[in-house]
C-alpha cells in the first residue's frame, strides 16, 4: 500500500526549466500512466521518483514521508527500464536474485521468491539461461520479474514495450494488467507514449505537456471531456477536428457559427457575456454523422483510407489548416471526390476558447 | 639529396611498383600464358581466373613469408648450431642452458614478472580508470598517467635509476630514508627485492596503457544496468565489483594478456640498470647478454620465449576475437 504525493516538483538543469509545478496525489493500489510528447519530461518525471534524477523544487512523499534525499533503494520502489537493463553476465536466476542478495537475505527466501515470480511469469524454464540466450519479450518479462521479487510499494515502468515488436506488445501489456489485477494493492506508475497502452492500463491518466500537466483524469474523462485543447487532440486518434467560430447563441444549448459557414450547436452551457466570443469547437472524426439538415462542415473528400470495420474521409484542406477527418463505420470506398454534409450530436461537441474548454470553468 | 625528395621517391616507387605488378601481372596472364583465343578460350579465361587471386595474394604472402615464417625457422636451424655457426650440435644449446643457474635464475625472475607486472599495471588501471571517470579533472589525471607510455623504455629506466640512487640528494628513495635517519642504500641491490623494484618501472609505464583501454571500456557499459542496480541497492563497491568488472571482463583479460606478451619480450628495463646483475637477470636480457659473443645460445633463448609466449598469445587473440564479435 502506497500512496504518493508529488507537491510543486520541478526539474531543472541549471538555468533550463524541464517541469514546473507539478501537483498529482496517487492513491494506494491505482495505476498511473504518464503520456505526452516526446521531451515533455515524462520519463524524467518518473526517474524524479525512483530517486535517479534529483529533484530540484518541491517535495515528493510516499506514504507521508519526504522521499527527496532518501537513496533509491530505500524509497520502496522498483523499476522496469525500456531497454530491459538485465545484467548481461548474470543468469535470469541471478538477476531476480540480485537485489536480495544486496539486502543478505536467506538462501532459502530468495529462492522461494525467484520461483514464485518466474512461476508467474512463465520463466521457470529459463532460469539459468543468460540474457542474450533469450527473446526480446522473454527479456521483458525478466525484467518485471526482477521488480516483483523485491516486492515493493511502487512499480515503476519506463516506456516496458517501446522495444517489442507489435504482436509481442499486445501480448505483454495484457500480461501487465493482468500483474496489476493480481496485485490490487500495490501502486504502478508507467510512462508511455502509446495511447493505447495509457487508455488501457490506466485507472488514471496524467497527461503532461509544456512543462506542466494538461489534465489528470480517468481514460474516459479524457476522452469525453478533454480539458483543453491540447488534451482534446492527444487523446484519441485521428486527433479530435477544430473548427473555429463566433458564438451566436448561448444558455443550455450553445449555438455557435462557423467560419466556413456551418452551425455547430453544444450541450456545453454558456452564459449571456460569452455572446459573439470568438471559439472552437471539437468535434472527434468518429463523432461525426452524413447529414442532410443543418450541417457543421460540408466539403468534398480527398483521400478515403478504408480500414475494414471503419473508413477514414479526410477532406480537402483549405489554405495550410489541418484537414478535417471523419471516422465512418463501414466501408464508403464510393465516397472519394463527392461532397458530404457532416452532423454530429450536441452532445459531442466539444467548446474551446483561448485553447480552454468552456466545460470547465 | 634530402631526405624528404628520398621519402618521396621511396613512395612513388613503393606505389608505382605495386601498380606496375599487379599491371603487369594481369597482363602476361591474360595475354600470354592463357589468352582468351586459340581451340579453347573459355577454358582459359576460367583457369586465369583462378589463378588470379594467387596473383593478388602473391605479395603479401611472400613478405609475410620472408619477415615471419622465414626467421621462426631460421633461428631454430641457428639454434642447433655452435657460436660460430660451423657446426651442429643438435640440442647442445638447450642441453646447456638447462644447465646454466642463471639461466634458472632468468626463467624464475621471468615467472615472477609475469606474475606481478600485468596483474599490478592492470588492476591499477583499472582503479585509476575508475576513479578519474566522473571527476571534472579526470582527464588531466588521465594524460598524466598516461605519459609515461610515450617514454622509451631506457629513458624510464634513467628516470627510476635517478629515483633509485644511492646518493640521498639524488635518490627520492634515499632522501626520504635520510630524512628517517636511516643508512642509504642502494635499492637495486637489495637481493630478490630488487627485482621488484625493477617491475615498478614496467608497471609504472604500462599502467597508463591498461587505463586507457579499461576506461572506453567502462564508459561501453549500458547506463540503465548500473541504475538498476543503483535501484537494486548496491553500494559503490557491489557496483563496481558486480556490475561494472564482469560486463569489462573479455577487455581485462585482453589487456592483462597484451601485458604479459610485452613482460616477456621486454630487456631493456633490467639492460639499462642491473645489467642482469645481482640476481636480476631475465629471459630477453640473458639473451642480450650471448647474442654477438654466441648466436647458437642467443637464438635457442629466444626459442624458449617464444615458446612461452605462443599459448598467451593465442589465448590473447581468442580474447580479442571475441570481443569484436
Known amino acids: ?361 | 639529396m634530402s631526405p624528404i625528395l628520398q621519402g618521396l621517391i621511396t613512395i612513388a616507387l613503393g606505389v608505382g611498383g605495386c601498380v606496375a605488378y599487379f599491371y603487369a601481372a594481369n597482363i602476361v596472364l591474360d595475354k600470354v600464358i592463357f589468352p582468351p583465343s586459340g581451340k579453347d578460350p573459355g577454358r582459359n579465361i576460367n583457369r586465369a581466373n583462378m589463378v588470379r587471386p594467387w596473383l593478388f595474394l602473391f605479395p603479401a604472402i611472400f613478405a609475410l613469408g620472408l619477415y615471419l615464417a622465414y626467421p621462426v625457422v631460421g633461428s631454430f636451424w641457428r639454434s642447433l648450431f655452435n657460436r660460430d655457426g660451423g657446426t651442429f650440435v643438435g640440442l647442445g644449446n638447450y642441453e646447456r642452458l638447462a644447465m646454466d643457474p642463471s639461466f634458472r635464475q632468468a626463467v624464475f625472475n621471468n615467472f615472477l614478472w609475469v606474475l606481478v607486472v600485468p596483474a599490478l599495471a592492470t588492476f591499477l588501471g583499472l582503479l585509476a580508470a575508475q576513479l578519474t571517470d566522473r571527476i571534472k579533472w579526470g582527464n588531466i589525471a588521465k594524460s598524466l598517467i598516461f605519459m609515461p607510455m610515450a617514454i622509451s623504455f631506457v629513458g624510464a629506466s634513467l628516470i627510476w635509476k635517478f629515483v633509485y640512487a644511492v646518493n640521498p640528494d639524488i635518490g627520492m628513495i634515499n632522501a626520504i630514508r635520510v630524512a628517517f635517519h636511516m643508512q642509504p642504500l642502494d635499492p637495486l641491490q637489495v637481493p630478490f627485492w630488487n627485482n621488484f623494484f625493477l617491475m615498478v618501472i614496467l608497471i609504472w609505464i604500462q599502467t597508463g596503457f591498461a587505463m586507457v583501454i579499461l576506461s572506453a571500456a567502462l564508459r561501453g557499459i549500458p547506463e540503465e544496468t548500473i541504475e538498476a542496480a543503483v535501484l537494486d541497492g548496491a553500494n559503490p563497491f557491489q557496483l563496481f565489483f558486480k556490475i561494472k568488472v564482469p560486463q569489462i571482463m573479455p577487455t581485462i583479460v585482453v589487456v592483462w594478456t597484451t601485458i604479459t606478451i610485452l613482460v616477456l619480450k621486454v630487456f631493456d628495463i633490467v639492460y639499462a640498470t642491473t645489467g642482469g646483475n645481482f640476481g636480476t637477470q631475465i629471459l630477453p636480457s640473458y639473451m642480450m647478454q650471448y647474442m654477438f659473443r654466441d648466436d647458437g645460445r642467443a637464438t635457442a633463448v629466444a626459442f624458449v620465449i617464444m615458446i612461452i609466449v605462443l599459448p598467451v598469445m593465442i589465448w590473447n587473440i581468442i580474447q580479442a576475437r571475441r570481443e569484436t564479435r
Do not use: W
Open chain 1, 1 to 361: 500500500m502506497a500512496e504518493l504525493k508529488l507537491e510543486n516538483v520541478a526539474k531543472s538543469y541549471g538555468e533550463v526549466s524541464v517541469l514546473e509545478n507539478i501537483n498529482l496525489d496517487i492513491k494506494a493500489g491505482e495505476l498511473i500512466v504518464f503520456v505526452g510528447p516526446s521531451g515533455c519530461g515524462k520519463s524524467t518525471l518518473l526517474r524524479m521518483i525512483a530517486g535517479l534524477e534529483k529533484i530540484t523544487g518541491g517535495t515528493l512523499e510516499i506514504d507521508g514521508v519526504r522521499m527527496n534525499d532518501v537513496p533509491p533503494s530505500n524509497r520502496g520502489i522498483a523499476m522496469v527500464f525500456q531497454s530491459y537493463a538485465l545484467y548481461p553476465h548474470m543468469t535470469v536466476r541471478d538477476n531476480m536474485a540480485f537485489a536480495l542478495k544486496i539486502a543478505k537475505q536467506s538462501k532459502e527466501e530468495i529462492d522461494a521468491a525467484v520461483n514464485k515470480a518466474a512461476d508467474m511469469l512463465q520463466l521457470t524454464d529459463y532460469l539459468d539461461r543468460l540474457p542474450k540466450a533469450l527473446s526480446g519479450g522473454q527479456r521483458q518479462r525478466v525484467a518485471i520479474g526482477r521488480a516483483i521479487v523485491r516486492d515493493p510499494k511502487v512499480y515503476l515502468f519506463d516506456e516496458p514495450l517501446s522495444n517489442l515488436d507489435a504482436a509481442l506488445r499486445v501480448a505483454t501489456r495484457i500480461e501487465i494488467a493482468q500483474l496489476k489485477e493480481a496485485m490490487p494493492d500495490r501502486t504502478m506508475i508507467y510512462v508511455t507514449h502509446d495511447q493505447v497502452e495509457a487508455m488501457t492500463l490506466a485507472t488514471r491518466i496524467v497527461v503532461l505537456a509544456n512543462k506542466g500537466i494538461a489534465q489528470v483524469g480517468t481514460p474516459l474523462e479524457l476522452y469525453e471531456q478533454p480539458r483543453n485543447e491540447f488534451v482534446a487532440q492527444f487523446i484519441g486518434s485521428p486527433a479530435m477536428n477544430l473548427l473555429s467560430g463566433e458564438i451566436t447563441e448561448t444558455g443550455e444549448m450553445t449555438t455557435v457559427k462557423l467560419d466556413g459557414g456551418g452551425i455547430a450547436r453544444s450541450t456545453i452551457p454558456t452564459r449571456p457575456e460569452d455572446l459573439s466570443r470568438r471559439v472552437k469547437i471539437g468535434v472527434r472524426p468518429e463523432d461525426f454523422v452524413p447529414t442532410e439538415d443543418a450541417a457543421i462542415y460540408t466539403g468534398r473528400v480527398d483521400i478515403v483510407e478504408a480500414l475494414g470495420e471503419v473508413t477514414l474521409l479526410y477532406f480537402e484542406a483549405e489554405g495550410g489548416h489541418d484537414p478535417i477527418i471523419a471516422k465512418l463505420p463501414g466501408i464508403h470506398h464510393d465516397r472519394r471526390y463527392t461532397e458530404i454534409s457532416l452532423g454530429a450530436d450536441p452532445s459531442k461537441v466539444h467548446l474551446f476558447a483561448d485553447g480552454q474548454s468552456l466545460l470547465y470553468r
